[in-house]
C-alpha cells in the first residue's frame, strides 16, 4: 500500500515533497488552493510540472487533491451548486496538468430537501465534472461521518452513486474516522473483514482507490468528524492491523490526516508502517 500524510503547500513544493520524504511517505496529499475560499488563483502550470518530476524522483506518488470544504454538490441553492462545481473542475484540471492521479471530495448536505431529488442533483453535477476528466485522472468521493443530512454517510449510498454515474474514472475513498463514527465497527479483524466485504459487494473493491487512514475519540455510531493519532483513539492499533492484513487492499493508497505537526505525523507514519511490516512476515 501506498501511505502518505496530507501536506501543507504553503511553503512550496520542493518544500511540501522534502518534507513527506523526511516522513518515509510514498503517497501524498495537499489542497489546490484554499479549503475555505470559493475563489481559485490561476493555475501554476509550471510549479506543477516542477512538482510532478520531484514526487517521481522522491518516489512520493499518487498525489492525491482534497478538494475545497465548501463543496456541497446535493445543495438546493444555485449559487453553492454552482461554485461547487466550479471548484471541483478547477481541482480536477489541477490534477490534470500536475500529473496527480486522485481529486477527492466531500459530497456535501442534502439540507432540508428531499433526499431524492438531493441525490439526483449530486449526481448531474459529478456527470458535469466527469464530462472534461482528463485520462488517469480519477474522481474519488469520500464517506461522511453519518451525521444528520451529509451525503454518503453509508457504504450503500456510495454504491449508490457510483453505480447511478457509472463512469471509469469515478471512485470511492474511505475514511476510517468516518466510517466508525457512522457505526461502522471496524476495531477488530472481524469488524474490518465485514466492512472491507460489505464495500465489495456495494461499492466493489476495483472502484474504492483511497483510505484516509485516521483513529476517533468519537464513540461508535457518534455521527462526528474528529480525528485522532492512529491506535490512540477508539479504532485502536488492531482496526489499523486487521486493515494491514487484508491482501485485497494492498494496491490501494491511504492518507493519514491525522492532527498535529512533524513529530506527530512521523509517529504516526512510523505506527502505520509498522503495522504494514508486520503484516509482510
Known sequence: MRIGVHVRVGDGYRAAV???????????QIFAGNPRSYRSSPIDSEGLDAFARLRAEAGVDPCVIHTSYLINLASE???IAGGSLRLLKYDLEVAAIGGIRYVNTHLGSYGKRDRGEGFDAACAL??????????????????SAGAGSLCGGTLEELGRFVKAIDHPQLGVCLDTAHAWAAGYDIGSQSGVDAFVEEAAERIGLDRVHVFHFNDTEVPLGGNR?????IGR??????????LAARPDLREKTAILETPGEEEDDARNMAAIRALFDDSAL
Open 18 to 28: 522534502e518534507y513527506a520524504r523526511r516522513l518515509g511517505c510514498t503517497a501524498i
Open 77 to 79: 441553492d444555485p449559487k
Open 126 to 143: 459529478l456527470e458535469a465534472a466527469l464530462a472534461g476528466i482528463s485520462p488517469g485522472v480519477y474522481l474519488v468521493l469520500e464517506n
Open 225 to 229: 468528524d474528529r480525528h485522532w493519532h
Open 233 to 242: 483513539g477508539l479504532i485502536g492499533i488492531e482496526g489499523f492491523r486487521a
